[in-house]
């Protein structure tokens, strides 16, 4: 019997949750953007190294508009496709500032790691 | 709803836009139209799952898991039945006992008046060193009225009881009614359901209008609940009444027990009691009227009380008493039951505990199930936890099981709670103006139910889905048995269904010795006969007998009763025990030293006739009873009882001693001491009492007591035929034989609550009995494999049987000693507060026990037959 729904993408949103946060709120540092400028814009912007899937971009935008870092609004696009553009609040603005410098410290933590790492191994 | 449907809408789109702008972006890089729509399906992946997943961030799927949980809980438990049931049933009993206790507590104390706004309604009182409960004088209600500023209004209120004739009526019926002062309807806030209350004129210009509402029951019962019924005319104390309106159902009058049939303006006293107008309304003395007021809004109660006491100061000064002799007390109507009543707080007290006592047993007999079953699941938990659920999600789950569990206790405990109040509700004490227990299950009682379902569920569930969800996935998938978690939790059942055993001793010796009391207290002798006596009630006055034809009306009846075949005796007193129909009477005994700051003492009497000591069985054991040459010009003389005798004249012989009544002022003569009997409930502790001859005294109300030689009520109909000869318009009341007003009257409440005790004693036993049984087989279940390694290696079928009856029986006594040990100091504590309870006795402190041990060790059987019969062979192939 089964018990529970499964949800095969929520492991992999948890599992990106912070970096996929951290680059959604990067891309809409310049202006607002709708969720497939997003997607073009990480993976353009990312030498299409990341792809970002829509089943977790989704849900990543709508939680982050429920933690009051981005809001929303419907507009049109230059083709004039009407679509939702999130953009950045001020809340949104410390936490990318704060992620980003966490990110930093990690990946250059990681970084010294890895050198140290071949260094002793050499 | 709607929000969420619109933000479905909204994603809708963001999906189809999102979609529309791949697209484009293909088709400008040269795909077909056909390709790039697929393309851009294909790259976005499962549209529904996304969606799926994006709403999951709304903050909805809360509600809609636990609906999801619900729903798989009421599977789990209809896949087993015996274990749903068994818990379902233990927290009936255990949730209806409180429903019920609730509804007695509810009737007895706790309902407010079905009046607007009940909490700013508050009784006012008089309060001397001698009386908490004074009633006031119609001058002492209008000095409050005009001195309370703080008070929206201010009623007083009295009950009274009359005869009441409806046009086709030959013989009118005797009814209690209530005198309601001007503006009581309006200061109350009660609409009439049909007609009117009484205008201001017709409540304030004495004697003028012969007006009257009647209670909805009356409305309905006498008049058939005729909707035509205003303008009719209905007479009270022979005197036509016009009926101007209809109370409403919810309105029962201003008491718990006593419901009028139906209410006059005060101001018709001087006509439905002729001679007592000016009286009533001039006299400071005659204190006879209930007092409310009602706060205006926003007062507090401090201001209106200072107020009263400015009252009260004034009287005092003008009635020349002492100051501070006499004050005006305002309570609020619960604190008023509250005091004026401490046996009742005592027994809702007491059911309160009892009932908390019985769900206490039943939350821990679920709480067992519930673990047992944990262990059982430990699998399909483990296989969940591994697979990836989350504690929490699980946790919730068995929670959701837990509150269906009690919602449907809670269900089948209302059913229970409304056998019982239907029950009690039809208990009345038998007169013909009627005391009734005004049991229910309202709103009131379902709230209280919702709410002891949901403390039920935190005892019962929380702990035990805390425990399932703490198991570690590995070693459970591992082995069938978990050999350290499974002691502790078997550690932890122990020590449950062991508490359980001790709550259900003390519930036992509690109530046994309410049992016990009770059970002394009904073949207690009342000191009165109750056998081959038939009673009946007079009150002349009612049709506007003055006092000498009032005398000669009683000396012609009882002649000729007297002449009646089949009589032995006849007397004629006041009133008969157990009959709060006389109060006390203030008196001065001789020579008694007075305690300070009291002026008098109260005593309750009595007025008899010269027969009335040999008819009544009540022996004399000093001088002579009333005889009939005391009469209205002799001396007055008395005879009191042997407790009035030891108290007031300590050490002396109180024959030749007098006692002054202080309101009349006369002094009185001791002429006989008689046997001290019981007079208002068979519980209390011996109480003076005094007997005046009936002759000398105003004679209005009166009870005819016939000795027989057959069965009493065969006797009813020469009765009846000697008054209609005598004057067919005497009305007659409460005819019926004294034995089973006794039996119904004196008994009954005493029986009810006997029964409710009882009741509660057993369900909590055999609740206990029940947690035993559970958990001795659920633990041969267990040891199935470790029992049939014992046989194998040469343990008997006997040795197993001791062993398994050991394990239950240590359980069994050492829960008893526990509970032994608990209810010693809890009975000290009980007793203070009732004192009909007397001392736990012998009986019960040997006999419950043993009785209980007994029934563990049955309990315990079963599973110890089903150890003993294990097959080694088959035991050890297991798994």
């Not at chain 1, 946060?21 to 912007?45: C, N």
């Not at chain 2, 039996?743 to 409440?749: C, F, I, N, R, S």
Request: hydrophobic share 45%.
């Amino acid at each position: 019997m089964p018990i529970f729904r499964k949800k095969p993408y929520r492991n992999r949103i948890e599992l990106l949750q912070g970096t996929l946060d951290l680059l959604i709120l990067r891309t809409l540092k310049w202006g607002s953007q709708h969720g497939y400028a997003i997607t073009q814009a990480i993976r353009s912007g990312s030498g299409d190294v990341l792809q970002v899937e829509t089943g977790s971009l989704y849900p990543a935008l709508h939680r982050l508009e429920k933690q009051g870092w981005v809001e929303s609004e419907w507009k049109l696009t230059e083709h004039n496709q009407r679509a939702k553009f999130y953009r950045l609040t001020a809340a949104g603005r410390k936490q990318l500032a704060a992620e980003q410098a966490q990110w930093e410290r990690m990946s250059e933590a990681i970084g010294r790691l890895l050198r140290g790492g071949a260094e002793e191994s050499a | 709803m709607n929000w969420r449907n619109r933000k479905d809408e909204e994603l809708d789109e963001e999906i189809r836009a999102h979609l529309a702008m791949a697209e484009r972006d293909r088709r400008e890089r040269g795909e077909s139209p056909r390709e790039a729509a697929a393309n851009a399906r294909r790259e976005f992946g499962n549209e529904a799952l996304v969606k799926e997943v994006t709403r999951e961030m709304w903050g909805w799927v809360r509600a809609e898991r636990w609906a999801q949980d619900l729903g798989y809980g009421l599977r789990v438990l209809r896949a087993q039945p015996v274990f749903a049931l068994t818990a379902v049933l233990s927290l009936a009993i255990g949730i209806g006992a409180n429903i019920a206790a609730f509804s007695i507590a509810d009737a007895m104390l706790l309902r407010p008046l079905a009046v607007r706004d009940p909490a700013k309604l508050m009784a006012v009182h008089g309060v001397t060193p001698l009386d908490g409960f004074e009633r006031i004088s119609y001058a002492g209600f209008r000095e409050i009225r005009e001195g309370c500023r703080s008070c929206e209004g201010v009623v007083a209120h009295r009950m009274f009881r009359f005869s009441v004739a409806r046009p086709q009526d030959p013989v009118p019926q005797v009814r209690m009614g209530m005198q309601v002062s001007d503006g009581f309807f309006e200061v109350l806030g009660i609409q009439p359901r049909i007609g009117r209350g009484f205008s201001a004129d017709e409540s304030t210009v004495p004697g003028r209008d012969p007006v009257v509402v009647l209670s909805y029951s009356y409305w309905q019962q006498e008049m058939g609940g005729d909707p035509a019924v205003l303008g009719r005319t209905v007479r009270l104390n022979g005197i036509p009444f016009s009926v101007v309106g209809v109370m409403p159902e919810e309105f029962t009058g201003m008491d718990a027990f006593l419901r009028p049939a139906m209410y006059v303006p005060m101001t018709m006293t001087s006509r439905l009691f002729p001679g007592r107008g000016a009286e009533f309304f001039e006299s400071r003395e005659l204190r006879d009227l209930l007092v409310k007021a009602r706060l205006k809004p926003g007062v507090g109660r401090e201001r209106a009380q200072a107020e009263l006491r400015a009252v009260a100061a004034a009287q005092a000064e003008r009635d020349r008493v002492g100051s501070g002799r006499r004050t005006l007390q305002l309570r609020t109507e619960l604190e008023s039951r509250l005091e004026e009543a401490p046996a009742n707080k005592a027994l809702v007290a007491m059911l309160g505990l009892l009932s908390a006592l019985v769900l206490c047993v039943a939350c821990a007999n679920v709480a067992g199930l519930l673990l047992a079953r944990a262990q059982a699941r430990q699998r399909e938990i483990a296989v969940r936890l591994a697979i990836g659920a989350g504690r929490a999600r699980l946790f919730q789950q068995l929670v959701a099981e837990s509150l269906l569990l009690g919602a449907a206790g809670g269900l089948a405990g209302c059913g229970l709670a409304y056998g019982a109040v239907r029950w009690l509700a039809a208990i009345q004490i038998p007169t013909d103006t009627p005391i009734v227990l005004g049991t229910r299950l309202d709103e009131r009682a379902l709230v209280f139910a919702g709410l002891v379902c949901l403390v039920a569920v935190v005892a019962f569930g929380l702990v035990p889905a805390w425990r399932t969800v703490q198991g570690q996935p590995g070693s459970a998938l591992q082995s069938r048995e978990v050999a350290e978690g499974g002691r502790l939790r078997l550690r932890g059942r122990n020590l449950l269904v062991g508490a359980q055993v001790a709550v259900s001793l003390v519930l036992l010796v509690i109530s046994g010795a309410m049992v016990d009391a009770f059970g002394k207290m009904m073949v207690a002798d009342p000191g009165i006969r109750t056998d081959h006596v038939m009673m009946m009630e007079f009150d002349p006055s009612l049709v506007q007998y003055d006092g000498a034809r009032t005398v000669a009306f009683y000396r012609q009846l009882k002649d000729r009763v007297a002449g009646l075949a089949g009589v032995r005796g006849v007397t004629m007193a006041r009133g008969i025990p157990f009959r709060p129909n006389f109060t006390d009477e203030p008196l001065i005994p001789e020579g008694y030293d007075l305690p300070k700051e009291q002026p008098y003492v109260k005593v309750a009497g009595n007025m008899v006739d010269e027969d009335y000591f040999r008819v009544m069985k009540t022996p004399l054991v000093a001088g002579r009873g009333i005889e009939r040459s005391d009469v209205r010009d002799g001396a007055m003389v008395a005879v009191v009882n042997e407790e009035f005798a030891r108290r007031y004249w300590p050490g002396g012989r109180a024959v030749g001693r007098r006692f002054r009544l202080v309101e009349s002022g006369q002094w009185v003569e001791v002429v006989g001491v008689a046997r001290t009997a019981k007079y208002l409930s068979l519980m209390e502790a011996p109480t003076p009492y005094f007997y005046l001859s009936l002759a000398q005294v105003t004679q209005n109300r009166v009870t005819l007591l016939v000795e027989t030689e057959g069965p009493p009520q065969n006797i009813t109909s020469a009765l009846l035929a000697a008054v209609r000869d005598l004057d067919p318009n005497q009305p007659v009341y409460n005819v019926r034989p004294l034995d089973s007003f006794y039996a119904q009257g004196v008994l009954g409440l005493a029986r009810v609550v006997l029964q409710m005790v009882s009741a509660m004693g057993i369900a909590g036993m055999l609740l206990a009995l029940v947690g035993l049984y559970g958990l001795v087989s659920y633990s041969v279940s267990r040891r199935t494999r470790e029992i049939g390694i014992r046989m194998a290696v040469g343990a008997g079928r006997a040795t197993v049987l001791r062993m398994v009856l050991r394990q239950g029986l240590v359980l069994g006594v050492s829960g008893a000693a526990f509970g032994l040990l608990a209810s010693v100091p809890l009975f000290r504590v009980l007793r203070a507060g009732f004192s009909g309870l007397g001392i736990l006795s012998a009986w019960t402190l040997i006999a419950v026990p043993l009785l209980l041990a007994a029934l563990t060790a049955a309990a315990c059987l079963p599973p110890a037959r089903r150890a003993s019969r294990i097959d080694p062979t088959q035991a050890l192939r297991f798994d």
